[in-house]
């Protein structure tokens, strides 16, 4: 069962790739003044800062979805204790 802590989580990637899929497709400007995405600009061209802002997109939207899934790493495994039990 998928907590509701990880439901928020994976529902704040998802947001994060949606808003970051619009900056690459939409008319703005501004996120493209960030100074990581405005040293792309400046070496690249504008092609490559969206296709960055996909690339991020991209990776938000999957891990949004790992997330949501329940999907972790073996070292981030919860610890599972018996009620009643004592450590």
């Known amino acids: ?4 802590n990880d439901l928020f989580v994976a529902m ?3 947001i994060g790739g949606v808003l970051a899929l619009a900056v690459a497709i939409g008319p703005w400007q501004k996120p493209y003044h960030l100074r990581s995405i405005a040293r792309v600009v400046d070496r690249y061209g504008m092609s490559a800062a ?3 802002w996909v690339l ?5 939207l ?3 979805m790992a997330i949501a899934n329940g999907i972790r790493p073996g070292y981030a495994t919860p610890d599972r ?3 009643g039990s004592t450590k």
Do not use: D
């Open 12 to 14: 704040v990637a998802f």
């Open 81 to 83: 204790t018996l009620s």
């Open 62 to 64: 999957i891990a949004g």
């Open 1 to 4: 069962m998928t907590s509701y």
């Open 50 to 52: 969206r296709s960055v």
């Open 56 to 60: 991020v997109a991209i990776v938000s």
